[in-house]
C-alpha cells in the first residue's frame, strides 16, 4: 500500500507560480498512475490533470492546460504539479492520488494524500 505526502501550498499572488510535490512511500509507486486534484469547501473534488506510469503521457483539464505541469520522477518516489500563471479561481487544497489506471474521475484513485493549500491572492 502506498502513502502519499503533498507538499509545496502557500500563498502566492495572481501571475505566480508554485511547485508542489507529491512523495510516496511504502509501495512501488512507479507502478501506478498518478491525478492530481483540487477541491474548495461545499465543492465536489476537481480534476486537475493525471501522468502515466512512465511520465510519457500527461492530460490536463481545460481550466488548466497551459498553465500548470505534471512529472514525475519514479527515481525519488515523486511526482510534481508545476503551478503558473496562478488565478485567484485556482485556489483550493490540491490533492494527489494514485491508482492502477489514468482517469479524470477521483473514485477510480485507491490511494490520496493529506491535501497542500494553495491560496491565490487578487
Known amino acids: 500500500q502506498v502513502q502519499l505526502v503533498e507538499s509545496g501550498g502557500g500563498l502566492v499572488q495572481a501571475g505566480g507560480s508554485l511547485r508542489l510535490s507529491c512523495a510516496a512511500s511504502?509501495?512501488?509507486?512507479?507502478?501506478?498512475?498518478t491525478g492530481w486534484f483540487r477541491q474548495v469547501p461545499g465543492k465536489e473534488r476537481e480534476f486537475v490533470g493525471y501522468?502515466?506510469?512512465?511520465?510519457?503521457?500527461?492530460y490536463y483539464a481545460d481550466s488548466v492546460k497551459g498553465r500548470f505541469t505534471i512529472s514525475r520522477d519514479n527515481a525519488k518516489n515523486t511526482v510534481y504539479l508545476q503551478v503558473n500563471s496562478l488565478k485567484p479561481e485556482d485556489t483550493a487544497v490540491y490533492y494527489c492520488?494514485?491508482?492502477?489506471?489514468?482517469?479524470?474521475?477521483?473514485?477510480?484513485?485507491?490511494?490520496w494524500g493529506q491535501g497542500t493549500q494553495v491560496t491565490v491572492s487578487s
Open positions: 511504502g509501495g512501488t509507486f512507479r507502478t501506478y498512475v
Open positions: 501522468i502515466n506510469r512512465s511520465g510519457g503521457i500527461t
Open positions: 492520488a494514485a491508482g492502477d489506471r489514468i482517469s479524470v474521475y477521483h473514485k477510480e484513485y485507491a490511494y
